[in-house]
């Protein structure tokens, strides 16, 4: 029979990919076992390139900060020539500053020494040879301008000693001044050196963070690549399956909404607004606990039960290679089984809020060939 060469086939199949044995194995039990893996898959691989977008995003992030890091760095290496010339700047006002401080205490030092020969001439002179030089004026003037000299000889002794003295006043605030600018200046050298310091612990650390991120990143999309080949492989096992059984071979029966009296739709098809703009593969039809779900279609069921984030689905295959999913309901609900073939209208479960839900309410998509290449369902059934 024709049926029995297409076990066959099917059975083979199954044996290669370590799925139980046509012996003990129904159409329904194989088929659903296959979709339960393909789901499965699915949901490692949402799982698994989720992972990789966020070690790809802390990979960007750590980039930018080590460039971050870098232009700091750069920054501060600026700061600490720019100091360092201005200490050397310093340096030099410095040297040159107490120079001057030597020859201005050389001249003080010689100017202590005439006004000390002075006094000591004076001294030893006694006070007649003032006496003798006022009274060898020859006339009363000559006295006057002999006692005015002798005032200015005094006079410009104390004013020379006074502007060297000064000078140097001057010289000593000067190099003080100097010095404690030197003193600031080597204080903010220290602080940049320290903090340029931080900054390279700061980016070694980034810099093992990113390497370990990059390579926790290549094992992920690795693993991406692996539950591809996987998924793939499953799918075409999935896809000679049902062409081994033929799939379902009856013929187009038109379309129905699939859940009657209830036509508002609470979310379109298409990417959503909320929740991140996620990509929504169906349509949400809202309404009460109990409410009658009917196949939209004609069809084959290729799997009823527990699903990630429906709670519980039904999978059916219609002519021309659809593939209608309905989500939400309660198990309890659940009236067909995998390898059953559906008529149009015919009730198959009841709304629930089961998985992912805000409410009680019919998500029902449409796919094209497999579950990867989701359509509007509103190409095909009307409110």
């Not at 030893?124 to 005015?148: H, I, K």
């Not at 612990?201 to 370990?212: P, T």
């Not at 009236?335 to 209208?345: A, F, I, K, L, Y």
């Amino acid at each position: 029979m024709k049926w029995g060469r297409l076990w066959t086939a099917a059975a083979v199949t199954a044996s290669l990919c370590a799925v139980g044995s046509p012996a003990t194995t129904s159409f329904a039990d194989t088929l659903s076992s296959y979709q339960q893996q393909l789901n499965q898959l699915k949901q490692q691989k949402a799982a698994t390139a989720q992972k990789v977008q966020e070690l790809t995003q802390q990979e960007q992030s750590l980039q930018s900060q080590i460039a971050s890091v870098n232009q700091s760095i750069n920054a501060l290496q600026t700061s600490i020539d720019q100091t360092q010339a201005q200490i050397e700047q310093r340096n030099q006002q410095l040297a040159k500053l107490r120079t001057e401080i030597d020859q201005t205490q050389q001249q003080l030092t010689q100017q202590y020494q005439v006004l000390e020969q002075r006094v000591r001439v004076m001294y030893e002179a006694g006070q007649t040879s003032y006496l003798s030089v006022l009274f060898s004026a020859t006339s009363f003037s000559d006295l006057l301008d002999r006692l005015e000299l002798l005032s200015m000889i005094a006079e410009q002794d104390k004013r020379v000693l006074n502007q060297i003295q000064e000078s140097k006043a001057k010289l000593d605030a000067a190099q003080q001044e100097l010095e404690a600018q030197q003193r600031q200046q080597q204080q903010a050298y220290a602080l940049l050196l320290k903090q340029q310091s931080q900054m390279e612990d700061r980016k070694r650390q980034q810099q093992v963070l990113l390497a370990q991120v990059q390579q926790n990143k290549a094992a992920a999309q690795q693993q991406l690549r692996d539950e591809n080949a996987a998924m793939s492989k499953l799918q075409s096992l999935i896809d000679s399956f049902l062409k081994a059984y033929g799939g379902y071979s009856g013929a187009a029966s038109g379309w129905t909404w699939p859940v009657p009296g209830y036509y508002q739709i609470s979310s379109g098809f298409g990417y959503r607004s909320f929740g991140g703009g996620e990509f929504h593969k169906g349509i949400d039809i809202p309404a009460p606990r109990g409410t009658p779900i009917v196949a939209a279609t004609s069809g084959r069921v290729l799997y009823a039960g527990p699903a990630e984030g429906f709670g519980n689905w039904i999978v059916i295959q219609s002519a021309g290679g659809l593939l209608e999913v309905y989500g939400h309901m309660p198990a309890s609900s659940i009236r067909v089984s995998p390898g059953e073939v559906v008529r149009v209208g015919q009730q198959i479960a009841s709304v629930g809020s089961e998985g992912y839900s805000t409410g009680y309410h019919l998500h029902f998509g449409v796919a094209k060939g497999s579950l990867s290449n989701y359509v509007n369902p509103l190409s095909y059934v009307r409110p």
